[in-house]
């Protein structure tokens, strides 16, 4: 009988870690997923050799001298994150340049070979085990520094990544999430997705894994329709398969969001995480010049829209060259989770009711642009991606509602002209609409219920003093630096 039961027990053992090396078909979330899900809101590390030189993107030729921050504090990230409600860290460990926050055995382009030779991944696990919340890793495909990487076979590299990856697996405690990026740079065949896929699963089974720029309009192909249009259920194909859930940095999906995505016939369930910056000018790696953080208004409006429907957010607290959180930067995460009222033991908060979801809308004027359209539907459609533009710099627009369904909040995502910075990347965005009021159709009459006389800005947030009913709302723009464009203007039935 004891035979039985051990020769029983390995067969269950065995089932379950072949059954970790699969992607099962679903349209239910598998147990990596359920963790992914649960976990819900993560705070995304950006730290490395580009912060000491001011740039996003580097191609490994940097010094790996100019690492070398002078009060590194690895503990202060984690602790900000736990106080800011974060439920994990996902740490860039290696990005396109190379340069690993690890001592590795396989490359010297590394933090042991630095002026600091501190493991950063290790201090960020003991860390998020002191505070009890969840690690995970970001670690970039495309390689610029590894020579391996333009080897003609490409097994040599990938045996390079799977060595690297057993180092991360295997010296820094359970790690949920595996996030990878740079794909676009090579064959989707020639990055041995599967084999990093069985590898990380080998090592536990629950971590979810993914590669940006998941999926594509065709099996095979590159073109791609982005994540906001993919409205429909087994209409879009893996890219990089086996992937858990979804990435597509920095776009964000629409309220309708879909979950089933083909490969080889086979349908998938497939979650999405968002990523978000901080920064309100969208840098994901810190510079020398402090740089102000976004609202708190859009940061709460980010959080509940990304959130939503099962899906997941990371946003980008980076350290600056001293090697810690800036205060300000530090207190705005905080801020935000104090204002949500986020904790560990309790569900993520939600948004209110949206009422004025893919109602009817017309403008005043709509821009005729020659590839893209600026269609006044597009201001309710649920998407972040798409939005109404008028041809005259006064315009209004004019949303039906039905008068059953009271509300209290209104929000309105603002199209922005945008400034590049001197990395070539980040960027400042500029309001158009100076003035404007918020009207709705009383007793047959149009009454101002709100009127802002400063820039609309990324994101206006109002909030009413009580509920309202109607038939009709209106934005008229009162004064704009140009012609006016809105994202999304949702009018919301709140908690």
Not at 133 to 145: C, E, P, T
Not at 274 to 279: A, K, L, P, R
Not at 298 to 306: H, I, N
């Given at each position: 009988?004891k035979?039985?039961?051990?020769?029983?027990?390995?067969?269950?053992?065995?089932?379950n870690?072949?059954?970790?090396?699969?992607?099962?078909?679903?349209t239910?979330?598998?147990?990596?997923?359920?963790?992914?899900?649960?976990?819900?809101?993560?705070?995304?590390?950006?730290?490395?050799i580009?912060?000491?030189?001011?740039?996003?993107?580097?191609?490994?030729?940097?010094?790996?001298?100019?690492?070398n921050p002078?009060?590194?504090?690895?503990?202060q990230?984690?602790?900000?994150?736990?106080?800011?409600?974060f439920?994990?860290?996902?740490?860039v460990?290696?990005?396109?340049?190379g340069?690993?926050?690890?001592?590795?055995?396989?490359?010297?382009?590394?933090?042991?070979?630095?002026?600091?030779?501190?493991?950063?991944?290790?201090?960020?696990?003991?860390?998020?085990?002191?505070?009890g919340?969840?690690?995970?890793?970001?670690?970039?495909?495309?390689?610029?520094?590894e020579?391996?990487?333009?080897?003609?076979?490409?097994?040599?590299?990938?045996n390079y990544?799977?060595?690297?990856?057993?180092?991360?697996?295997?010296?820094?405690?359970?790690?949920?999430?595996?996030?990878?990026?740079?794909?676009?740079?090579?064959?989707?065949?020639?990055?041995?997705?599967?084999?990093?896929?069985?590898?990380?699963?080998k090592?536990?089974?629950?971590?979810?894994?993914?590669?940006?720029?998941?999926?594509?309009n065709?099996?095979?192909?590159?073109?791609f329709?982005?994540?906001?249009?993919?409205?429909?259920?087994?209409?879009?194909?893996?890219?990089?398969?086996?992937?858990?859930?979804?990435?597509?940095?920095?776009?964000?999906?629409?309220?309708?969001?879909?979950?089933?995505?083909?490969h080889?016939?086979?349908?998938?369930?497939?979650?999405f995480e968002?990523?978000?910056?901080?920064?309100k000018?969208?840098?994901?790696?810190?510079?020398?010049?402090?740089?102000p953080?976004r609202?708190?208004d859009?940061?709460?409006?980010?959080?509940?829209?990304?959130t939503?429907?099962?899906?997941?957010?990371?946003?980008?607290?980076?350290?600056d060259?001293?090697?810690?959180?800036?205060?300000?930067?530090?207190?705005?995460?905080?801020?935000?989770?104090k204002r949500?009222?986020?904790?560990?033991?309790?569900?993520l908060?939600?948004?209110?009711?949206?009422?004025?979801?893919?109602?009817?809308?017309?403008?005043?004027?709509?821009?005729?642009?020659?590839?893209?359209q600026?269609?006044?539907?597009?201001?309710?459609?649920?998407?972040?991606?798409?939005?109404?533009?008028?041809?005259?710099?006064?315009?209004s627009?004019e949303?039906?509602?039905?008068?059953?369904?009271?509300?209290?909040?209104?929000?309105?995502?603002?199209?922005q002209?945008?400034?590049?910075?001197?990395?070539?990347?980040?960027?400042?965005?500029?309001s158009?609409?100076?003035?404007?009021?918020?009207?709705?159709?009383q007793?047959?009459?149009w009454?101002?219920?709100?009127?802002?006389?400063?820039?609309?800005?990324?994101?206006?947030?109002?909030?009413l003093?009580?509920?309202?009913?109607?038939?009709?709302?209106?934005?008229?723009?009162?004064?704009?630096?140009?012609?006016?464009?809105?994202h999304?203007?949702?009018?919301?039935?709140?908690?």
């Open positions: 009988m035979r039985i039961f051990i020769t029983t027990f390995l067969l269950i053992l065995a089932f870690y072949s059954m970790a090396q699969v992607l099962i078909p679903t239910k979330p598998n147990l990596a997923q359920q963790d992914m899900i649960k976990r819900g809101y993560g705070m995304f590390i950006h730290f490395g580009n912060t000491f030189n001011n740039i996003e993107w580097s191609d490994g030729t940097l010094p790996v001298e100019s690492y002078t009060d590194l504090d690895p503990d990230w984690v602790r900000t994150a736990k106080e800011a409600g439920r994990y860290v996902l740490l460990t290696k990005h396109h340049d340069f690993c926050l690890w001592d590795s055995k396989y490359t010297t382009y590394d933090v042991a070979s630095s002026p600091v030779k501190t493991d950063v991944v290790k201090a960020v696990s003991e860390a998020c085990k002191k505070y919340i969840g690690f995970a890793i970001y670690y970039s495909l495309w390689d610029r520094k020579p391996t990487y333009k080897d003609r076979d490409p097994q040599k590299y990938i990544m799977l060595n690297q990856l057993t180092e991360l697996f295997t010296n820094y405690g359970i790690i949920g999430e595996l996030w990878l990026d740079g794909g676009w740079d090579r064959k989707q065949s020639d990055w041995g997705i599967d084999q990093v896929y069985s590898l990380v699963k090592f536990n089974p629950r971590c979810a894994i993914s590669v940006n720029h998941t999926i594509v065709e099996e095979g192909k590159r073109d329709t982005v994540p906001a249009n993919m409205t429909e259920d087994n209409k879009y194909f893996f890219q990089y398969f086996p992937s858990d859930f979804r990435l597509w940095d920095p776009k964000i999906v629409t309220k309708f969001d879909k979950k089933q995505y083909l080889e016939g086979k349908s998938y369930y497939l979650p968002h990523t978000v910056c901080i920064s000018r969208l840098n994901w790696f810190e510079k020398t010049q402090a740089l953080t609202d708190l859009e940061l709460e409006e980010l959080f509940y829209w990304c939503d429907n099962d899906n997941c957010l990371v946003m980008n607290v980076p350290p060259q001293t090697g810690r959180i800036r205060e300000y930067v530090a207190n705005t995460a905080i801020d935000l989770g949500l009222n986020l904790s560990l033991d309790k569900p908060p939600k948004n209110g009711k949206f009422i004025s979801m893919n109602t009817s809308v017309t403008a005043s004027s709509t821009l005729e642009g020659k590839k893209e600026y269609e006044s539907s597009y201001i309710n459609d649920g998407k972040m991606d798409s939005r109404w533009a008028a041809k005259d710099t006064l315009a627009v949303m039906q509602l039905n008068p059953a369904d009271a509300f209290n909040k209104i929000t309105i995502f603002e199209y002209d945008t400034e590049k910075l001197p990395d070539g990347f980040s960027e400042i965005r500029i158009r609409i100076q003035q404007y009021s918020i009207d709705i159709m007793n047959g009459k009454e101002t219920i709100y009127l802002g006389d400063e820039p609309m800005g990324d994101c206006k947030v109002i909030k003093p009580k509920r309202y009913n109607s038939s009709k709302l209106r934005l008229k723009v009162l004064k704009a630096t140009a012609p006016p464009s809105i999304e203007l949702s009018v919301i039935n709140m908690l």
